[in-house]
């Protein structure tokens, strides 16, 4: 024995080396740990609020419109209530053209009134939804007392790790694994290095699926104190589309209950504009051609206003060139043939008030086939997720923000090229090569 502790000696030296060595990694590794579970709290918390901030953007594009046509809505429907008040035509003024100038000026109002209220009702259920996403399905991933003792490890806990692990010495577990260092030293046969080779890499990968298996095994705990899987977090570790994301799907399913009165809003909006255009451009035949016999000055404001209307629809609906012309047409001929009507009318001949008479049907014909018209062009149809919207109108593509209604209605199939999605679509290949 006592020839033996010269050797001893050595020994005793070097298990403590290897000992320090080990524990040192040990520690290291528990503080790597410790950071990195508290940067995936940070991370999954930033994450979730750019969900929250989606769910924000999306019902706020709502909300923003809404606020605007309702103060517009207000604004105009204020401004024919005036017409009714104190855009009274004189005593003289023909029966019919005070017919038509009421009934325009009061559709317009129907109208208005009617935008206002579906905007008020789209903006508060919007504001609604959004609250109870926020406040109950989409919160911020705040870390539990469980979960930050978690990630904390005690000192103590290196006398669990098992004595191989704690007295393990360097390198010379890889040497041993290395099947060319084994060739090389004579104990395998040249010819089974690739073998090998790929057996190694299998018990890395163990279940053989490819690249992401195999980066979840190398972050596996060498000290056996975790869980030989690394746990998926849903914030993190989706692959989904962006459109079939959790929030995502709960502000589609949100949308159904205040998207048409939305897209509604726009359509009285803009029907109420145009029929007030019509009631002005009667109120104007009244003014200036009966009362004033200014007959120019009738046909100049006609002219200004039927081209206004045409402008205003052309602008919010879409349609083909049949459609467009056959809209026109019912638009503009009610107020021009009741200016020819009032023309007449004003020589005061029987001659002037037979031809008068005999315009007066294709008048009311006319505007009864611009309601028509209109009824058409605000039908709904029915979209990929039920809803039933407008789609002929451009208003609701600006509604669609990913493209979720595309190619669900007939409008959207005859779209220009060169529209609002195709340029979307070349933006989004080109952030999906940039990230490439």
């Known amino acids: 024995s006592f020839y033996a502790m010269p ?7 070097a298990g ?24 995936l709290f940070s991370m999954k918390i930033r994450q979730a609020q750019l969900w929250r901030d989606d769910v924000r953007d999306i019902i706020e594009l709502t909300e923003r419109k809404m606020d605007i046509y309702g103060v517009v809505g207000a604004i105009l429907a204020a401004f024919c209530v005036g017409m009714f008040t104190e855009g009274r035509l004189e005593p003289g003024t023909p029966d019919w053209l005070m017919r038509l100038y009421l009934q325009a000026l009061s559709g317009g109002l129907i109208y208005l009134v009617a935008a206002v ?26 870390p539990t007392t469980a979960q930050l003792n978690g990630a904390r490890t005690w000192a103590q806990s290196v006398e669990q790790v098992s004595w191989t692990k704690l007295f393990r010495i360097p390198l010379l577990h890889r040497l041993l694994r290395d ?20 057996e190694a890499t299998a018990e ?25 899987r690394t746990k998926e977090s849903y914030e993190l570790d989706t692959d989904e589309q962006f459109h079939n994301l959790r ?10 209950y205040y998207q048409a009165h939305d897209a509604f809003a726009r359509v009285c909006m803009s029907m109420g504009m145009v029929q007030c255009c019509m009631g002005i451009c009667y109120y104007t035949t009244g003014y200036a051609l009966i009362e004033d016999g200014a007959p120019w000055a009738a046909y100049a404001s006609n002219t200004i206003l ?71 062009l605000a039908k709904v149809d029915r979209c990929s997720d039920g809803q039933a919207l407008p789609t002929k109108f451009r208003s609701v593509l600006y509604l669609d923000v990913f493209g979720w209604l595309r190619g669900s209605g007939r409008a959207f199939q005859r779209r220009a090229p060169g529209g609002f999605w195709e340029h979307q679509s070349l933006f989004v290949q080109q952030q999906e090569f940039e990230i490439q």
């Not at 905007?119 to 991933?141: C, D, E, F, G, N």
């Not at 099947?179 to 790929?198: I, Y």
């Not at 020819?340 to 008030?353: H, I, L, R």
Request: aromatic share 10%.
């Open 117 to 142: 209220w579906l905007s008020m009702h789209a903006s508060v259920a919007a504001q609604s939804y959004k609250v109870r996403i926020l406040t109950q399905l989409v919160r911020l991933p705040i």
């Open 16 to 39: 403590d080396a290897l000992f320090d060595y080990n524990r040192d990694n040990f520690q290291y590794d528990r503080k790597m740990k410790l950071k990195r579970d508290y940067q």
């Open 247 to 256: 929030h995502i799907k709960l502000v589609r399913e949100a949308q159904q």
């Open 179 to 198: 099947p060319r260092r084994q060739a090389a030293m004579g104990s395998v046969a040249p010819g089974r290095q690739d073998e090998l080779e790929a």
């Open 306 to 376: 039927l081209t206004l209307a045409c402008i205003l629809v052309s602008l919010d609906v879409v349609m083909d060139r049949n459609e467009t012309l056959a809209a026109r047409i019912l638009l503009c001929t009610g107020p021009v043939v009741s200016l020819v009507a009032a023309t007449t009318w004003g020589q005061y001949t029987k001659a002037g008030s037979l031809i008068c008479w005999m315009l007066l049907p294709v008048v009311f014909f006319a505007q009864a086939g611009w309601l028509a018209m209109s009824l058409y």
């Open 204 to 228: 890395f990968r163990e279940s053989g699926d490819g690249q992401d298996d195999f980066a979840e095994a190398t972050v596996e705990d060498p000290w056996g104190l975790e869980d030989s």
């Open 7 to 13: 050797l001893a000696l050595p020994l005793l030296a």
